[in-house]
């Protein structure tokens, strides 16, 4: 190799790098605007249940739509058939390249922005990526109303998408619960165990079709996810200060290990994303069957108590 050429080759790889540094994303959750200025360097998923939505409201420039019925598969666990479980490697990495991701993407996952329930679509997207390794990924606060609400233009013309090769990493046990481990920490002080769901859940004035006793795990505490974002307007997260005085408020104590449920490990995404992600809570669990499994056992106990 001459001189010039090893003078060339370090300046490509230089640039290279600050390319790289420049489009990294500033943490897990980033704002329009900064979307606006790297718009041209991340991969966009748009997170819906109502697809035709995608195109009758609009969606941000080169989004792919993804479809969260999809983002979860059945399994069947010790003969019990469970029809809302996060999808296992193959199935996962299969979706990804599907939709155009790459090992090398900086992927953004954004949502309709009107409800707490696209909020949760959203993370709990965001949470299989985190459960596979895959560290360059964030959401949009606020997600596509946020970006109207910034002046930004929605589209209705659909965006290529080209195969990508994204490979799954190795899998991050440390973020997810097992039916054991949930028996287990009924038991135990140094773990609390949360329902994200409603009240009218929690004390069993209501419940899913899937999910088939009333009420909750003995010995939960509550973290609603609606309580996350405000209940009018665009549906983003609140202020640091702000959830942590929530999570204060209903005494979750950060400093022991903390189990999230729901009916189905959908809601509760929202709930691991606020506690682990913005509130670097590091001791954080989603139990994945939730109250869709837990409530298929006999012995898996439940009441309409409220812990004190």
């Known amino acids: 190799m001459t001189r010039i050429t090893y003078l060339l080759s370090l300046v490509l790889a230089l640039f290279s790098f600050d390319l790289l540094a420049a489009t990294a994303l500033p943490g897990p959750l980033i704002d329009a605007d900064w979307l606006a200025e790297n718009i041209d360097k991340v991969q966009i998923l748009d997170t819906r249940k109502e697809l035709d939505t995608f195109t009758k409201e609009g969606h941000i420039e080169n989004a792919v739509l993804v479809d969260v019925n999809k983002i979860r598969i059945e399994r069947e666990i010790d003969g019990k058939k469970l029809t809302r479980m996060r999808p296992d490697p193959d199935s996962f990495q299969a979706f990804m390249r599907q939709h155009g991701i790459n090992n090398d993407s900086i992927v953004v996952i954004t949502h309709r922005g009107k409800t707490s329930g696209h909020v949760a679509g959203a993370a709990r997207l965001y949470w299989h990526f985190k459960y596979y390794g895959f560290e360059q990924v964030a959401l949009l606060n606020g997600g596509n109303a946020a970006w109207v609400e910034a002046l930004e233009d929605l589209t209705d013309e659909d965006s290529p998408v080209t195969t990508g090769n994204y490979t799954v990493g190795e899998q991050q046990h440390q973020i997810v619960a097992t039916r054991q481990q949930v028996k287990d920490a009924m038991n135990n002080n140094a773990v609390q165990l949360i329902d994200t769901r409603e009240l009218r859940y929690h004390i069993g004035i209501d419940k899913k079709d899937y999910v088939y006793a009333y009420g909750h795990i003995p010995g939960s505490r509550i973290l609603p996810y609606k309580f996350l974002n405000p209940a009018k307007g665009i ?10 005085l929530i999570v204060d408020a209903l005494r979750i104590d950060g400093n022991k290990e903390l189990i999230l449920y729901c009916n189905s490990a959908y809601e509760c995404s929202s709930d691991w994303f606020v506690l682990h992600e913005l509130l ?11 109250l869709h499994q837990w409530t298929q056992y006999e012995d898996s106990p439940m009441t309409t108590k409220v812990s004190q």
């Open 280 to 290: 670097g809570m590091k001791k954080v669990r989603i139990y994945d069957g939730s």
């Open 235 to 244: 549906a983003e997260f609140f202020a640091g200060e702000k959830l942590q």
